[in-house]
């Protein structure tokens, strides 16, 4: 079965940090390129990254430039997002998603707060 | 970044009639290797994001074949036929044709009258 799980959600502090994980099943990862979209609650999607095949290219949304690094390991067919400088604005549900198609995860929630 | 526009952000509908959905954007999606990077997206409540349609007007395998897609340049229409109960959701366009950034519409929320 073609799967993505992520993990690594939680509470932060405004300024922390966090690492999501995602790791693929069912399909050849390292031949597809990833994303990660976010959803602040009760609001729309939000595309946050993409990362390609190889992992030699990735972009950002301009509102987390600077601030999010994206990476995979193919070898253990695993997406990461390092999140620093969390803000309010950064909450919401996480996906990670397959070419933006028709594989996406679960998601897994972001919660910044004091 | 390409602004994606959806109207109407709110559709009531009656089970059984058609329904219609619009998103523009605000440049041409044609992309220099002559293919149009329009999808639609549907959102249950409470579930993750499902792609139905691509490249303006190619359904998903498993979706119905009430759901359809069409338009080109800058205006898409994603059309349901005949709404049923499990359509209820938001649709989302999504366009890829001039990325980084992939950008979406803000979603419009279909619901059963």
């Known amino acids: 079965e073609v799967q993505l799980i992520e993990s690594g959600g939680g509470l932060v502090q405004p300024g922390g940090s966090l690492r999501l994980s995602c790791v693929a099943s069912g399909f050849t990862f390292s031949n597809y390129e990833m994303n990660w979209v976010r959803q602040a609650p009760g609001k729309g999607l939000e595309w946050v990254s993409s990362?390609?095949?190889?992992?030699?290219?990735?972009d950002y949304a301009d509102s987390v430039k600077g601030r999010f690094a994206f990476s995979r390991d193919n070898a253990k067919n695993s997406l990461y997002l390092q999140m620093n400088s969390l803000g309010a604005d950064d909450t919401g549900v996480y996906y990670c998603?397959?070419?933006?198609?028709?594989?996406w995860g679960k998601g897994t929630t972001v919660t910044v707060s004091s | 970044d390409v602004v994606m526009t959806q109207s109407p952000l709110s559709l009531p509908v009656t089970l059984g009639q058609a329904a219609s959905i619009s998103c523009r954007s605000s440049?041409?999606?044609?992309?220099?290797?002559?293919?149009?990077?329009l999808n639609w997206f549907q959102q249950r409540p409470g579930q993750s994001p499902r792609r139905l349609i691509y490249?303006?007007?190619n359904r998903d395998s498993g979706v119905p074949d009430r759901f359809s897609g069409s338009g080109s340049g800058t205006d898409f229409t994603l059309k349901i036929s005949r709404v049923e109960a499990e359509d209820v959701g938001v649709y989302y366009c999504m366009q890829g044709t001039h990325w980084p950034p992939v950008t979406f519409g803000q979603g419009t929320k279909v619901e059963i009258k």
């Open positions: 990362i390609s095949s190889s992992g030699s290219v990735i």
């Open positions: 998603a397959r070419s933006l198609g028709v594989v």
């Open positions: 490249k303006v007007s």
């Open positions: 440049q041409s999606l044609v992309h220099n290797d002559g293919n149009t990077y």
